[in-house]
């Protein structure tokens, strides 16, 4: 199958919003752990320019992340902000003053989120954000519905466009879609994390995005080994190959990896270019395949 230039694009159901498959991560912008500022600002927007330049029009962040720095940047650095860029966001979480993740997912804790990150941002309202529920690398069975209901209570009030879903589980989107359109899921999934593959065929049967985080997290050794024969076979890196499979995975995969080095970037923006035949697809899909077996078990 030929590679599209960015992966090809793909429109957010309901709206005219069309992006191109291959985003950009933000998270990494901040300082370690993400937390605090960057050790290089000006490579961080570099970073940020170089990703517009090469046709990223779909970026990921959020202001947790660093707390604010990230969406401080994304705004000292691109805005005005070109037509074609879509600023997805996340809501559901804060950082205490140690660095640890808390759970902020109240009305009052939302409605500041999206205050917080439409003043960093620079922006009248927020044109897709993602409610996350569950852990950072896991999703939950935590009720939806009470959080869900104060995002569609800001999406009356104009400050939020569209809403997608981060950590849940098919029975969190299935509740979640009764109440509201629902974008995009934003879910830890890659070559050795498959427990998401029924999942995504059925968002892909409703035409709704599906958004991975974390391409190469997860890998058990041999997993890894398997990966870099791969890699080594194609002529490519093991990233390369992790997210290239991810695009020909499914049509409805949005990828967002993340980086704070242009050089890095740019290797990243390749992989949407990298041809893997049906030999190689199937090489990778049997690195995960116990992983996949088990979610169907």
């Not at 390749?270 to 169907?296: F, P, R, Y």
Request: net charge negative; charged share 20%.
């Amino acid at each position: 199958m030929a590679a599209l230039p960015l992966g090809g694009t793909f429109t957010f159901p309901g709206t005219n919003l069309t992006v191109n498959r291959m985003g950009y991560g933000a998270m990494q912008l901040s300082g370690p752990g993400i937390f605090g500022p960057p050790k290089d600002i000006e490579q961080a927007q570099a970073v940020l320019r170089e990703a517009l330049e090469a046709g990223i029009n779909h970026i990921d962040t959020s202001d947790f992340y660093g707390p604010h720095v990230t969406n401080q940047l994304i705004c000292q650095t691109l805005h005005p902000y070109p037509d074609r860029l879509v600023l997805v966001t996340k809501f559901g979480a804060k950082r205490g003053d140690d660095a640890s993740w808390i759970f902020a997912r109240s009305k009052e804790e939302l409605f500041a989120a999206a205050h917080d990150n439409l003043r960093n941002l620079k922006l009248e309202a927020l044109e897709v954000v993602n409610l996350r529920i569950g852990d950072f690398m896991t999703a939950n069975e935590d009720p939806i519905e009470e959080p869900l209901s104060a995002m569609i209570e800001l999406k009356k009030q104009g400050l939020v466009k569209h809403i997608g879903l981060s950590t849940v589980s098919p029975k969190q989107f299935e509740i979640a879609s009764k109440m509201t359109d629902i974008v995009c899921v934003q879910n830890m999934y890659n070559l050795a994390s498959r427990a998401d593959d029924a999942f995504i065929d059925e968002l892909a049967a409703k035409g709704v995005a599906y958004v991975p985080y974390f391409p190469l997290g997860g890998f058990e050794p041999l997993q890894v080994d398997a990966l870099n024969q791969v890699a080594a076979k194609v002529g490519a890196t093991p990233m390369q190959v992790a997210l290239a499979w991810l695009l020909r995975r499914s049509n409805n995969i949005l990828l967002i990896p993340g980086t704070s080095s242009v050089s890095h970037l740019r290797e990243n923006i390749a992989a949407a270019s990298l041809e893997l035949s049906d030999e190689v697809m199937a090489d990778l899909n049997a690195i995960g395949a116990a992983s996949a077996a088990g979610a169907t078990a």
